[in-house]
């Protein structure tokens, strides 16, 4: 059949079928890094006299007088200050381990996970594959 030219995958197909028409590729490559936060609260206001967002997360260094439920152990990246830290100070440790081993249950081969560089911020990634293996 056809391939449906608005298509995400069609276009892939078709861009790399030009790469190697020019001679300048026979195949593309690409290893994701999958960036995230896990944010506590967020609230958004759009109202006729203002409009903003809030997020909040116990990681935050603006937490470091909260009172939380379990206690506050003060143990928290400083801004720019949370890029591979260890527990106590990266709190998501487990919630990024389950994570990857659910991308691994659904078939996808995860390389790496860690705290990255802002308050709340993770990474996950997953080895690299071809520009429609990626993509799925």
């Known amino acids: 059949g056809q391939l449906y030219e608005k298509c995400p995958r069609s276009i892939a197909k078709k861009a790399l079928a030009h790469a190697d028409e020019l001679g300048i590729a026979d195949a ?3 290893g994701p890094e999958n960036e995230f936060f896990i944010f506590d609260d967020v609230k958004f206001v759009d109202s006729i006299n203002e409009a903003g967002y809030r997020v909040d997360s116990t990681e935050g ?3 470091d007088d909260a009172d939380l439920e379990m206690g506050n152990m003060g ?6 200050g949370g890029y591979f830290p260890v527990q106590p100070t ?4 487990d ?5 990857m081993q659910v991308l691994e249950e659904v078939g996808l081969e995860v390389t790496l996970g860690h705290h990255e560089v ?4 993770g990474e ?10 990626a993509a799925d």
Do not use: C, N
Request: proline share 3%; hydrophobic share 50%; charged share 25%.
């Open 28 to 30: 593309a490559y690409f």
């Open 61 to 63: 260094e603006w937490a």
């Open 75 to 80: 143990h928290r990246p400083r801004t720019k």
């Open 90 to 93: 990266d709190s998501m440790v």
């Open 95 to 99: 919630l990024r381990a389950e994570m």
């Open 118 to 121: 802002a308050q709340a911020q």
């Open 124 to 133: 996950i990634g997953i080895v690299f594959s071809d520009i429609i293996g």
